[in-house]
């Protein structure tokens, strides 16, 4: 009877379980595609040696691991300083004013091949504005809630389509200064003032435009596109480095994959 009780599996325990498990999946979720993975992973085998070689009593290996996991904590906030900063921003911008922005705030667990975006709209836009070396700063939210920004430009509820933007951000338009931030394919604010990175060394033909574009994907996980007004250039920046891409459709592509 003993043995059975350990096996006892309370309904509390399966929502522990259950809650732990959305904590690491959306860890995963910070870390994945930077190089904190990485850091990460090493932690993770640096964690196990120590465990290790307190089971095979290695004394002197033992009180060097132990050393490193007893100041760990710190090691973590340092390392990991981004990504708490971005954890932290998603948590305190929560909105539970409402079921649709309490479920929308646990949006890290859709389905990873999807987006409701429209992405081919926005890179339409942007090889248009290129051409006409229209200055654009586009930001797109994913999993951290960017209302924090709504209120320093105008609020909107516009669906995104390609004459929309173009039409935003035409030269003589009172919406074209500052960003705009698009979330489940809806254009949610215009003219917003976005933090500027003023510590990042960036090439002298970027202006602040791709300093607030720094700014905002350091701060939180949003990604954005930025159309030079001095070359038509497109930019793409996600974690605060600028993206690379050979063409359109791998710019397109890349988008349509880190928004899912």
Known sequence: MENLQLWDFRFIDFVDVFLVAILLYYIYKLVKGT????????????????RLTDYLNMHMLYSIFDGFMKVGIIALIVVFQPEI?????????????????LFKNFKFLKNDDQTTTDVDAIINACNKMGASNTGALIVMERNNNLDFLTNTGDEMNILVSQPII????????PLH???????????????????????KN?????????RAAIGITEKTDALALCVSEETGQISYIKNGEFEMFKNTDELRDKIKHDLG
């Open 202 to 210: 960036i090439p002298e033909r970027f202006g602040l435009r791709h």
């Open 177 to 199: 200064d500052g960003a705009i931030i698009i979330d489940n394919n809806v254009v949610k604010a215009t003219r917003v003032i976005l933090p500027v990175n003023n510590e």
């Open 35 to 50: 190089v904190a993975i990485n850091i990460f992973i090493g932690i993770l085998i640096i964690y196990f040696a120590w």
């Open 85 to 101: 900063r971005k954890f932290l921003l998603m948590v305190g911008s929560t909105n539970i004013g409402g079921k649709r922005d």
């Open 166 to 173: 173009e039409s935003i951000f035409f030269k003589n338009s």
